[in-house]
């Protein structure tokens, strides 16, 4: 994993001092996903200076602060390592960088929120409430309006699940909480959400399997009351890309 470090007058990167004085991650980076044209940002870095901090911010890997102080205990850490997407109404709404370094009881995280822009730049770090951070990234690869669409990134397998949770809800046969439990397990699938589900072992699965609610089993019971509707194929969860080269 890329951690970024920021020398100091204490020479955090100096070779001659132990190991445990380096920033230590506490987890690895989830796998880069999401918008395709948004993946060559991996692997680059971007930097910023507010007061007396300096930020690093490495999409898909991690987001370091460093204090800009010759105190003898200047602050550097990590303020979050790449987990997963914010996802609303079809749209990426932001990257999520939790698992930072402890804070109190619960560790730093990070949510990094992206903006229109002619370049690439970090443009602004805030800290909204305790040990948890608001990034602004701006670029133009989220210029063009599809650009942060997510069901152009799913699969053809994935993007049909979609489509018919879409028409299940419509015929009332899902309620929206079922849809939205659907389009989790959709996003999962994909690897833009940290799974949350949990696993069992196959005699309690198959104990409990008349309680779940499947959408299989609603389809089946759709069918068997006559009423199969064709496939949604909402056009609004489409979209190109809008490719734009990072500048």
Not at 92 to 109: I, L, P, Q, S
Not at 126 to 152: K, R
Not at 171 to 184: M, W
Not at 224 to 238: E, F, M, P, Y
Request: glycine share 6%; with cysteine.
């Amino acid at each position: 994993m890329k951690i970024v470090e920021e020398p100091n007058t204490f020479g955090l990167n100096n070779p001659f001092l132990v190991q445990g004085s380096r920033l230590q991650p506490k987890v690895t980076p989830s796998p880069v996903s999401g918008p395709a044209h948004l993946h060559r940002l991996a692997g680059k870095c971007f930097s910023l200076t507010e007061s007396t901090y300096k930020y690093e911010f490495c999409p898909f890997h991690n987001i370091t602060q460093h204090e800009q102080s010759f105190r003898w205990n200047a602050y550097s850490g990590i303020l979050g390592i790449w987990q997963e997407w914010e996802i609303a109404n079809n749209t990426f709404t932001g990257m999520w960088m939790r698992d930072g370094d402890t804070c109190g009881t619960r560790n730093r995280e990070t949510k990094v929120i992206l903006l229109c822009s002619t370049s690439s730049k970090l443009a602004r770090v805030s800290e909204p409430s305790t040990c948890v951070y608001s990034l602004t990234f701006e670029t133009p690869l989220v210029c063009h309006p599809h650009s942060l669409l997510v069901y152009p990134t799913l699969t053809e397998k994935l993007q049909r699940e979609w489509d018919e949770a879409e028409q299940a809800r419509y015929d009332s046969v899902i309620t929206d909480q079922g849809y939205n439990n659907l389009l989790r397990d959709i996003f999962e699938d994909a690897g833009l959400l940290k799974s949350q589900r949990v696993k069992v072992n196959m005699p309690e699965a198959e104990a409990n399997s008349d309680s779940h609610n499947s959408l299989q089993k609603c389809k089946e019971a759709s069918e068997a009351n006559g009423t199969v509707s064709a496939t949604v194929k909402d056009q609004h969860l489409r979209g190109d890309n809008g490719l734009i080269d990072v500048q």
